[in-house]
């Protein structure tokens, strides 16, 4: 059948068989082709060329050989619906160059290439409610360079060897509530604009993905389900401007949602990708202001729930990320905010990683029970922690490690933490830990710093755990305001290897070692710290320390040792502490120290109150230490000039000052009384010392010397039961 330059006809009815083409229409305006039977032809079925306002209504067009089923060109206003046209060795039905028609209510199955084709400058077209399934080797539905191109509430699955849907090179339109099935992938959108994809189903596909956008911009993408893929749920690559939201990615042999090659603007919110098997809840690979929001990510079981790979802006907020195989992953990225975040409970990874990246925001995240770390930052640049709970992980709650710089950690909870620390600090510049829970982590310590750099520790509570606030290999940190208290197998606070130390207003009590240690320091002080009730000493400072200050502090009632126990170093002042009612062990004691000076301090009620041994040129000046019951009030031994003044040595036992075999110093001006055996003892083999000026009173014996040449005593006030004794 043949019409040419027809209006306002009817073509209905009809049956053709057998022949070379079924219908061929051109220059027709108005026509209605109805209810015909058309089949086993060599080219197409229906042929529309250059015609207007043509309806194709409940025509059944099958088996054309060389051919389409129904073919439209160069023409307006078309209807096509309620047709059948299977089976055909090309295309089910093509709209070729049309411009406003609709495609309703078909059966586009079983062609050879697509179900339905939309193609060369269409525009303004609908397609709904059509079924677009098994085609041979090619889509359910394809559109190319076209634009306002909709699809509506279409199955097209089951297309083995192409898409269910594909739009090319297509301006404007919506991709709605359509299946698209067990094809070789779902819907495919490739080279085009404004496009919403929305309420499809694109399930089960078997050698590509649920969506996959490409090279397209204004995308928007919900309420859509994307499951069971051979690769990933929802793709974008290369999208500029766009969005996926609310949709179902679950169960996808790759990816939930893959965002990658150069993406920008894109919003990734509020849906659910788990258990997707091989891959990752979403995965995000370079790009730029990408923004994941109230999605959940859990049970990805061989990846982590949300990666993002060379991203420069962006946030991540919100997310549940719990019971992967790693939670939250940021690498070679820069300007990303990580906020609100659920991290939990991954299996083979950290609750939340970066790496290699710069200006990272982590705030309000719970990070905990992972199987490795809650929350790392390796060789970060500019960044923060906060207000983020990272309880419970197998490792550390919180690492910084290999280059971080400028990195603040503030008001997070790091209890719990089963074989590291709360804090875990290694290679770093300018790391600022403060207010800081860091308690409970038995078998690590509350916050370790190793190789830092410049930073401060303040006002952080780092109570029972192993070890509490340890720094090695660091310069120019502050700690302060810190509670480093019961801490169960070392000290409160140890320092080595470093300089430029300081710490001040620190609670470091009840320790199993030593309240606050200082071990081969350089540079520091140790000011205003309560370091009482330790199992060994308050404050130690030892192995080659030198210029330190310790002011101030308050370092009673050790339990074994000393209050403060300096051991090998030089330049070490003590100044202004309280060092007394250490029942068994001293006040202070020097041991091998080179230059320094004691001074203002109260060593009262100890078993010894200060003692030096092996030591140089150090001054002892306005220090009370009374009341020492087994080991004098000051002792000197082994040591070269040591110089005592104005100090008040009151019932000691046994000496209130001795000295032996110590050569050279001054004893000027101290107030000695009470002592059970002597007020002042210089023996074996201490010469050159002066004592001057001393009043010496109420003792057994007021100055004894034994063996002891080459000392000058003059001008002592001596009031005792025997005032000088030689012996």
């Keep these: 059948i043949s019409f040419q330059n027809v209006t306002n006809s009817d073509i209905s009815g009809n049956t053709i068989t057998d022949d070379e083409t079924g219908m061929v229409i051109v220059d027709t305006d108005g026509i209605t082709i109805r209810n015909n039977s058309i089949s086993n032809l060599r080219y197409s079925g229906v042929w529309l060329n250059a015609s207007n306002a043509i309806t194709l209504s409940e025509n059944r067009v099958s088996g054309s050989s060389e051919g389409d089923g129904i073919s439209v060109s160069g023409s307006t206003h078309i209807t096509c619906e309620q047709n059948e046209a299977t089976g055909n060795a090309n295309d089910g039905i093509t709209f070729d160059n049309v411009f406003e028609g609709t495609i309703f209510q078909s059966n586009t199955s079983g062609n050879t290439n697509n179900g339905i084709r939309i193609f060369n400058g269409c525009g303004n077209i609908s397609v709904g409610r059509s079924t677009a399934a098994n085609n041979a080797n090619g889509a359910g539905i394809r559109g190319e360079f076209g634009s306002n191109i909709v699809t509506e509430e279409n ?239 197998n490792d550390n709650g919180i690492g910084i490690w290999n280059g971080c710089s400028n990195i603040s950690i503030g008001e997070n909870t790091a209890t719990n933490n089963l074989n590291g620390s709360g804090i875990n600090v290694d290679i770093g510049s300018n790391i600022n830990s403060g207010e800081n829970n860091v308690s409970n982590n038995v078998n690590g310590g509350g916050i370790i710093y190793n190789a830092v750099e410049a930073g401060y520790i303040v006002n952080n509570s780092a109570n029972n755990n192993r070890w509490g606030i340890g720094l090695r290999a660091c310069k120019r940190v502050s700690i302060n305001e810190n509670h480093a208290n019961e801490n169960t197998e070392s000290n409160g606070i140890r320092v080595e290897n470093s300089s430029e130390i300081g710490t001040d207003l620190n609670q470091a009590t009840g320790n199993f070692r030593n309240g606050i240690a200082f071990d081969k320091v350089v540079e520091g002080n140790i000011f205003r710290n309560n370091a009482s009730g330790n199992n060994e000493h308050g404050i130690g400072i030892w192995n080659e320390c030198r210029n330190i200050t310790v002011g101030a502090n308050t370092a009673t009632n050790t339990v074994n040792g000393t209050a403060i126990s300096v051991s090998n170093g030089s330049n070490i002042n003590i100044v202004d502490n309280n060092v007394s009612s250490n029942a068994h062990g001293g006040g202070i004691n020097y041991n091998f120290v080179e230059k320094g000076n004691i001074i203002n301090n109260s060593a009262n009620d100890n078993r010894g109150g200060i003692g030096l041994f092996a030591c140089n040129q150090v001054a002892l000046i306005d220090n009370e230490a009374s009341r020492n019951s087994e080991g004098n009030g000051i002792t000197a031994g082994n040591s070269t000039d040591i110089w005592l003044s104005s100090n008040i040595l009151d019932s000691n036992a046994p000496f209130g000052i001795w000295f032996f075999n110590t050569l050279g110093g001054a004893i000027q001006g101290n107030v000695v009384t009470n002592n059970s055996i002597a007020g002042i003892g210089i023996a074996e083999g201490s010469r050159w010392i002066l004592a001057e000026g001393n009043t010496v009173t109420e003792n057994t014996v007021g100055i004894h010397l034994g063996e002891a040449d080459d000392n000058l005593l003059f001008n002592n006030f001596l009031q005792n039961s025997v005032n000088t004794e030689i012996s």
């Design 155 to 393: 199955d097209a699955s089951g297309n083995t060897n192409g898409g269910g849907i594909v739009y090319l090179f297509v301006d404007g339109g919506y991709i709605i509530n359509n299946t698209a099935g067990a094809n070789e992938g779902g819907i495919g959108v490739v080279e085009s604009g404004q496009i919403a994809i929305h309420g499809n189903r694109a399930n089960g596909n078997v050698n590509g993905d649920g969506i996959r956008v490409g090279n397209s911009t204004h995308i928007s993408c919900d309420l859509n389900e994307a499951t069971g893929n051979f690769n990933s749920g929802i793709v974008y690559v290369n999208v500029i401007e766009g969005a996926i939201w609310r949709s179902n990615v679950s169960g996808n042999n790759d990816n939930g949602i893959g965002i990658w090659n150069g993406c920008s603007n894109i919003s990734i919110g509020e849906n659910t990708a788990t258990n997707n098997l091989n891959g990752s809840g979403i995965n995000v690979d370079i790009g730029s202001n990408i923004n994941s929001g109230e999605n959940n990510v859990s049970d990805n079981v061989n990846e982590e729930g949300i990666i993002y790979n060379a991203v420069n802006a962006g946030y991540i907020v919100n997310n549940t990320a719990n019971h992967n195989r790693g939670g939250i992953a940021l690498f070679a990225c820069n300007q990303i905010f990580i906020n609100e975040n659920r991290a939990n409970g991954n299996t083979n990874g950290d609750g939340i990683r970066i790496a290699n990246s710069s200006t990272i925001g982590s705030d309000l995240n719970e990070a905990a029970g992972n199987f490795y770390n809650g929350i790392v930052f390796d060789n970060v640049i500019e960044g923060n922690i906060f207000r983020s709970n990272v309880n419970g992980n």
